[in-house]
């Protein structure tokens, strides 16, 4: 892949993003951004049971930073919230079919986007944000 090719992935996702949107009633929020290049990621999260049921983002930025966005909402859906912890950057794009290496910022972007709103779901239930466990 060179430095300004995209996988056909990354197009899809850019073209044809899933989740966009927001969830009114969400479990736990999360924002991010970068100043440098300027992408703004929000993610949407939706909990039952410890089990993430939904998932959706809005972001502003570059068609990276969309598909990053899009990819990690649908491989969170139906996993754990422990399970979603551990998705990663390199993970998001893997699932891509690769992004350029200019580009891999965006899917630290998707990856802090959704812990922070794991984050911010851990505080809503009154838990320990690092452990996920009972705050005392």
């Known amino acids: 892949m060179t430095e300004q090719s995209y996988s056909e ?11 966009a ?12 951004g970068n100043v440098i290049c300027g992408d703004v990621m929000r993610m949407y999260i939706k909990v039952d049971n ?11 930025g570059c068609g990276a930073a969309i598909s990053t966005s899009s990819m990690v909402t649908e491989m969170v859906k139906g996993k754990t919230v422990k399970e979603a912890l ?17 580009k891999m ?3 630290v972007l998707a990856e ?16 320990d944000v690092d452990k996920g466990s009972n705050s005392q």
């Open 9 to 19: 992935k990354v197009m899809d996702h850019f073209l044809h993003p899933r989740n």
């Open 21 to 32: 949107g927001e969830i009114p009633d969400a479990s736990g929020i999360g924002n991010v």
């Open 50 to 60: 410890g089990i993430i049921v939904d998932a959706k983002f809005k972001t502003f």
């Open 86 to 102: 551990e998705v990663s950057n390199k993970a998001v794009a893997e699932a891509l079919g690769g992004l350029p290496a200019v």
């Open 105 to 107: 910022h965006c899917s």
């Open 112 to 127: 802090q986007a959704l812990k922070a709103a794991i984050s911010d779901y851990y505080k809503r239930q009154g838990k």
